[in-house]
């Protein structure tokens, strides 16, 4: 039974450390679907995380978070559609830019605002955070084995965005292959000049891509500041945006596989801090460094063509130039 409680509460932290992961590949999901490369999940998702946590702070409100964080990261995408869609910039640079800007201006901000080195104040329990929600019945099923266990640690007992995130999926699903807007969204993405020539708008398409983008990394920003989290910490996305990056292409654009793959990268995550320095009966002590690093190596190897042909949308990365 400690074995089952164990395994049950390494799961537990599976899914709480792949929300982040899971809603920052879904906010890249639209982008690329769309023909935008962004490499700017991870700027975004700071911002969202500084924005949501010190507008909770400063207001005493998770929901004002909420909206802070998803308000500065729109506005980011739309500083990248500015740049890689209207003037036609280069994507890669324009993300970059984006992920430095906000590393930079985070801490400057916090600093000046809050005055403890670039850290938010903590957030109390007192409607300044999402709180974990007890389902119906949680409490009372917690005593009965396995079943019991199951759904009072496992599925109760999250934030609101957990449910949200997972939620997420299959709408994201039934947008891209089970509508108008995803069936004209993923033309825009392989032929923007068949898109164009159907009398419909290959920028407007892709601005709206960008802003479902910034919509999703502002609640992985405030999901990490304002639910996982009390508060703002420096550069507390720690690569999560590269690696929801990672999550995408291994998953090869398509969201029932990008829930897998973030559900992989945080069951990598949730050994690393479980198992953290554990010796090996008879053998060696695993380093905690290694564990630590076990997510971040999984990525290299995976980006190193392990995961079979991964073919991006055929217009990804180029701006569209309108035929006269």
């Known amino acids: 039974m400690d074995t089952f409680n164990t395994i049950i509460l390494v799961f537990d932290s599976t899914v709480r450390l792949s929300v982040p992961l899971l809603l920052a590949c879904l906010a890249g999901l639209y982008s690329e679907r769309s023909g935008v490369f962004d490499i700017g999940l991870e700027g975004k998702m700071l911002a969202g995380a500084f924005a949501g946590a010190a ?13 802070a964080a998803v308000l500065i990261s729109i506005a980011l995408s739309l500083v990248h559609g500015f740049a890689s ?7 890669i640079v324009s993300g970059v830019a984006i992920n430095f ?14 005055k403890q080195g670039g850290r938010t104040p903590a957030l109390a329990s007192d409607g300044s955070r999402f709180e974990s929600i007890t389902l119906p019945f949680a409490d009372a099923l917690s005593d009965v084995p396995i079943i019991g266990q199951i ?12 449910y949200v995130a997972f939620l997420a999926v299959p709408l994201t699903w039934w947008i891209l292959f089970r509508t108008r807007f995803g069936l004209r969204l993923r033309a825009v993405g392989e032929n923007p000049g068949a898109v164009d020539t159907a009398g419909i708008s290959v920028v407007w398409l892709r601005y709206r891509a960008v802003i479902f983008c910034g919509f999703l990394c502002g609640l992985a920003g405030a999901y990490l500041s304002v639910a996982q989290n009390a508060g703002f910490v420096k550069d ?14 291994f998953a090869k654009w398509r969201p029932i596989n990008a829930m897998y793959a973030c559900l992989l990268f945080g069951f990598l995550d949730a050994l690393a801090i479980r198992f953290s320095g554990i010796k090996i009966p008879g053998l060696f002590e695993i380093p905690p460094q290694f564990m630590q690093a076990l997510p971040y190596i999984l990525t290299v190897i995976l980006l190193a063509g392990f995961i079979g042909k991964a073919i991006p949308p055929k217009a990804g990365g180029q701006p569209y130039v309108k035929e006269r």
């Open 236 to 249: 507390m996305t720690a690569g999560k945006g590269f690696i929801a990056l990672a999550a995408l292409i």
């Open 85 to 91: 869609i209207t003037h036609r910039g280069n994507q």
């Open 101 to 114: 800007i906000a590393a930079g201006s985070t801490i400057i901000l916090g600093q000046a605002w809050f």
């Open 151 to 162: 759904y009072s640690e496992l599925l109760s007992g999250h934030s609101i965005l957990v």
């Open 55 to 67: 507008a909770a702070s400063v207001y005493g409100s998770a929901w004002i978070g909420l909206g």
